[in-house]
Structure formats: C-alpha cells, structure tokens
C-alpha cells in the first residue's frame, strides 16, 4: 500500500511551534485551528469567546457546535466549495475530530488545570463566521480516563 503525500496544510499543522501558554485554553486553540484548517483544507482562526454559564454538567465533554460551523464541515468534506446556511445536524466524523483534539490537548498535560465549565470559540473560516461551545466535566480524573478511551479507540 502506498502512502499519500501530505498536503501543505498538514505539513504546517506538523511543523506549527507549541503555543505559547502551556494552559488547556491556549493549546486547545491553537490545536482546534491547525486541525480545521488541516481539515477543511481553508485557513482558519479560532478566537476564545466568554463561555455561557450552563446550568448541567455533562459527565464527558459535548461540543456544541452552531448550525454555520456542521453545514461548513460538511459541505467540505464531502468536496463543496462554500456552505449556504447552516444545518441542526452535526456529522460524527466532526465529533470525533473534535474529540481527538481535545484529548491530545488534555493529555499533553493531564491534570495541570483545574477545568473550566465551558469554553468557546468564534471561529473564521474565508468569509464563514461560526461559533463552537465546549462543556467540561467538572473532574480532572473523569477528564483523563475520557481522553485516554478517546486516544485508544481512535
């Protein structure tokens, strides 16, 4: 079986430096644009936004991605150019990915940040404008045997 070449984007995400601030926050970032950018094969920025406050806690992490963020994940990666509108459904393979990044955030320093309730993120796309929302578990313990499943069974 012969290998494919990587695409530039891929060998940037590869060579792109660690970011700066070594907390899940920033790494988390920084990973979520290189991997959508990777993915989606389109430049992309991810800005941390204020959280909302919720009032559950989930027992693993849920992405809540808006309905702009699913259509344009999908459109790509299924080889459209551009989405139009937006779509209440979220493809799995855009879950799993998510996952995956997260995990490898957490995992790269397990336990060193206590957990924020939430994240989110504005994330820009060409001229797509989305939103991403992240709920956390409250447990550093919960979170790390969530990320190691996700690692071994992806």
């Not at 996952?99 to 490898?104: I, K, N, R």
């Amino acid at each position: 079986m012969q290998l494919l070449e990587l695409t530039p984007a891929e060998i940037a995400f590869l060579k792109a430096p660690a970011p700066p601030s070594s907390g899940l926050p920033a790494r988390l970032t920084h990973k979520l644009a290189a991997t959508l950018s990777a993915r989606l094969r389109l430049p992309v920025q991810a800005m941390a936004q204020p959280a909302p406050e919720l009032a559950d806690v989930p027992m693993t992490p849920a992405w809540l991605p808006d309905a702009t963020l699913a259509a344009l994940w999908l459109t790509r990666r299924l080889g459209g150019r551009s989405a139009v509108g937006g779509t209440s459904f979220v493809p799995g393979s855009f879950v799993r990915t998510l996952d995956a990044v997260l995990a490898e955030s957490w995992l790269d320093a397990p336990g060193a940040d206590a957990l924020p309730p939430a994240l989110a993120w504005h994330i820009t796309a060409a001229s797509t404008q989305a939103r991403l929302a992240l709920q956390l578990p409250h447990s550093t313990t919960d979170m790390t045997r969530w990320a190691r499943e996700v690692i071994r069974h992806g």
